[in-house]
């Protein structure tokens, strides 16, 4: 199985930018495809954006597209997340995840969808 750990939340003011970081041991990380998602205080975890194995189909809810970007770099088995103009309704516990997918291009949108994930990293923008 593969082990997720996210890092590069913290507190921000609207407007700044974080990059976050998902790094992946324990399997070819290549084989997964790969999500970020967020969780409010008092909400249920929401997806956020989706990537697949090659890094060539990426996907972003409407609430943070044009603001946030997913990428990965399967030579450094590592996820990352750039949110730019963030806002106060950006504020979350954010959380990688990995599906084992092989060679299959897909994107994935459901927690149920995704069986590895990080212990997540808090994201607050203040306003």
């Known amino acids: 199985q593969v082990q997720l750990v996210e890092s590069g939340g913290g507190l921000v003011q609207a407007g700044d930018s974080l990059r976050l970081s998902c790094a992946a041991s324990?399997?070819?990380?290549?084989?997964?495809?790969m999500g970020w998602f967020r969780q409010a205080p008092g909400k249920e975890r929401e997806f956020v954006a989706a990537i697949d194995w090659t890094g060539g189909s990426t996907y972003c809810v409407d609430s943070v597209k044009g603001r946030f970007t997913i990428s990965r770099d399967n030579a450094k088995n590592t996820l990352f997340l750039q949110m730019n103009s963030l806002k106060p309704e950006d504020t979350a516990v954010y959380y990688c995840?990995?599906?084992?997918?092989?060679?299959?291009?897909?994107?994935?949108?459901?927690?149920?969808?995704?069986?590895?994930w990080g212990q997540g990293t808090q994201v607050t923008v203040s306003s």
């Open positions: 995840a990995a599906k084992l997918v092989g060679y299959y291009s897909g994107l994935y949108y459901d927690t149920g969808d995704y069986a590895y």
């Open positions: 324990g399997r070819t990380f290549s084989n997964y495809a």
